[in-house]
């Protein structure tokens, strides 16, 4: 049976939120992080809240997926580059280009470091043509730095509530993909 770390960006995702709406039919094959710092994120408040929803399900489950939404995907990456537990898959939604104004904008000093570097998970990196807060080419090398298998989906802006995905049929599709790897 496969589990899923729900891992979202900056104070959560609401209850139209495709991730939201992921977490409430897999039950309780899911866990939600829970940092102290959703609105003013902390690194490692949020790695080790990570580590806390994966201890939750290992007992529980077979396998562990993350589903990564927005600066989400920059806790999963920093908690992937530093865990021993294996083997692991993520899926990354919309990561925000961390040299952008955006996220230098609503993050703290100890996300400001972060850098792309080589996971040692299987990864698919999901990003929309049109996201304010990520240029698609930009995220294409995020993929490319990771070694995320690499989606674009035209129009979706951030991937977010506001994108109207409901629940988001395409991403379940490259869900199931980095599954099936």
């Not at 929803?53 to 600066?71: C, Q, T």
């Not at 939604?93 to 000093?109: I, L, M, N, Q, Y």
Request: hydrophobic share 45%.
């Amino acid at each position: 049976m496969i589990g899923y770390v729900v891992v979202p960006g900056i104070d959560g995702s609401d209850d139209a939120h495709w991730q939201s709406r992921w977490e409430q039919a897999w039950g309780e094959r899911a866990v939600r992080i829970e940092p102290d710092s959703w609105s003013v994120p902390e690194l490692d408040d949020w790695v080790q809240a990570i580590e806390r929803g994966v201890g939750l399900l290992d007992p529980r489950v077979d396998d562990i997926v993350l589903v990564a939404h927005s600066l989400g995907c920059w806790a999963v990456a920093e908690w992937l580059a530093t865990t021993t537990r294996r083997p692991l898959r993520a899926f990354l939604v919309a990561p925000p280009d961390p040299s952008g104004s955006a996220f230098r904008s609503v993050v703290t000093a100890s996300f400001l470091g972060v850098s792309a570097r080589p996971l040692p998970s299987a990864t698919v990196l999901v990003a929309s043509v049109d996201d304010p807060f990520c240029d698609v080419d930009v995220a294409r090398e995020l993929g490319r730095r990771w070694g995320s298998a690499f989606e674009a989906v035209s129009a979706g802006g951030h991937l977010n509530s506001a994108s109207g995905l409901g629940d988001w049929p395409r991403g379940k599709e490259a869900l199931a993909r980095l599954i099936a790897r």
